[in-house]
């Protein structure tokens, strides 16, 4: 997973696999609290799975400000950037 549609692609895959979520929702804008009903326990199940997913070490404070698909994919590209 280098790019940001494979990113994309990869959580839709877990919203709606683990979390029941409707795919036709899901879109990089989606708020992943308000319109996907995503709560804080959900959010930190879903930071397991990606750090799982890219080996990459996610830290609460890079989650913070998270509220849509678009800021998740970005902090995981950043941090795939950081690494490299």
């Given at each position: 997973m280098h790019s940001y549609d494979e990113i994309l692609n990869?959580?839709?895959?877990?919203?709606?696999?683990e979390f029941e979520c409707d795919e036709a929702l899901i879109t990089?804008?989606?708020?992943?609290?308000?319109?996907?009903?995503?709560?804080?326990i959900d959010a930190v199940d879903l930071i397991v799975?990606?750090?799982?997913?890219?080996?990459?070490?996610?830290?609460?404070?890079?989650?913070?400000?998270?509220?849509?698909?678009?800021?998740v994919i970005n902090v995981i590209l950043r941090l795939m950037k950081e690494q490299a």
């Open positions: 990869a959580i839709k895959t877990i919203l709606v696999e990089p804008d989606v708020n992943l609290f308000e319109t996907l009903d995503l709560d804080s799975r990606l750090q799982n997913m890219t080996q990459l070490k996610v830290k609460a404070e890079d989650f913070r400000q998270i509220r849509t698909l678009d800021d």
